[in-house]
């Protein structure tokens, strides 16, 4: 559900909504989802002083109901 949320709020921000691409993983911890998005779109998600990606974490934050859960925004030719 998690993924789902985040992929359509991303997709309603980026130019080109077809390269998003959300993947999910387990840790320990909790749970890392990773957001890959056209690196035209990088910085329309990340935002100004990175106040969208904040935004984006603090609402998928919300949506997890207490769960650990982490965001990482990539371009879709970085790796991590």
Not at 11 to 28: E, F, S, T
Not at 48 to 72: D, F, K, M, Q, Y
């Amino acid at each position: 559900m998690l993924e789902e949320a985040l992929e359509h709020l991303v997709k309603g921000i980026v130019a080109n909504p077809d390269d998003v691409q959300v993947h999910a993983r387990r840790l320990r911890k909790g749970k890392v989802l990773e957001v890959r998005v056209h690196p035209d779109d990088l910085g329309k998600v990340i935002g100004r002083n990175g106040r969208i990606a904040g935004a984006l974490r603090t609402v998928i934050g919300a949506l997890a109901g207490g769960r650990h859960v982490r965001v990482h925004l990539l371009g879709l030719n970085e790796t991590r």
